[in-house]
């Protein structure tokens, strides 16, 4: 079955960075677009940034030129590095993909920017 596991969140200090990473099992990887949500306490889930099989890329405009998604479909992972980081970036992130009808989500993992 697809599963979807993330790493990599934690507290960071306004201005500072994170690397995220998901790894993803039970799909053909390079065949999917690869995406990075985000949803913070009271807020809808949002999108953060795509890349497509061929690492073509797409971002939220929040997050543009602070936040690069990449994907290393020898590995199976697609990692989100996030810099300058300020407290609005505060939410839980989750890696999907989407699979003929459904979507699939990992579990999330908490990033707190404060100081």
């Known amino acids: 079955q697809v599963r979807l596991v993330e790493s990599g969140g934690g507290l960071v200090q306004p201005g500072g960075s994170l690397r995220l990473s998901c790894a993803a099992s039970?799909?053909?990887?390079?065949?999917?677009?690869m995406g990075w949500y985000r949803q913070a306490p009271g807020k809808q889930r949002e999108l953060v940034a795509l890349?497509?099989?061929?690492?073509?890329?797409n971002y939220a405009e929040s997050v543009k030129g602070r936040f690069t998604i990449a994907r290393d479909n020898a590995e199976n992972t697609v990692t989100l590095q996030m810099n300058s980081l300020n407290p609005e970036d505060t939410a839980v992130y989750s890696c999907?993909?989407?699979?003929?009808?459904?979507?699939?989500w990992g579990q999330g993992t908490q990033v707190t920017v404060s100081s």
């Open positions: 999907s993909v989407r699979v003929d009808l459904l979507t699939f």
């Open positions: 039970g799909i053909t990887f390079s065949s999917y677009v």
């Open positions: 890349i497509s099989s061929r690492g073509s890329t």
